[in-house]
C-alpha cells in the first residue's frame, strides 16, 4: 500500500509547505452515524506512532 504522500500528492506537498510533518485524524462517530473529525498535526516527523490511536478509546 502506498504512503499518504504517494496517494494525495498535492495535499502532502501543501501541508508540508505550511510546515505540517505529521499528521492523525480520528473519526467521530456515534453508533453508525459519522459526527465529524479531528486533525491532528504536528512539526515533528514522525510525532504519532501505533500507540497514537489508543488514545482516542
Avoid: W
Wanted: proline content about 7%.
Amino acid at each position: 500500500m502506498p504512503g499518504p504522500a504517494q496517494r494525495r500528492p498535492l495535499f502532502a506537498q501543501a501541508a508540508a509547505a505550511l510546515g505540517v510533518r505529521s499528521m492523525l485524524a480520528f473519526q467521530l462517530s456515534i453508533t453508525e452515524t459519522t459526527m465529524g473529525a479531528v486533525n491532528l498535526h504536528s512539526s515533528h516527523l514522525g510525532a504519532f506512532d501505533d500507540r497514537s490511536p489508543s488514545c482516542s478509546a
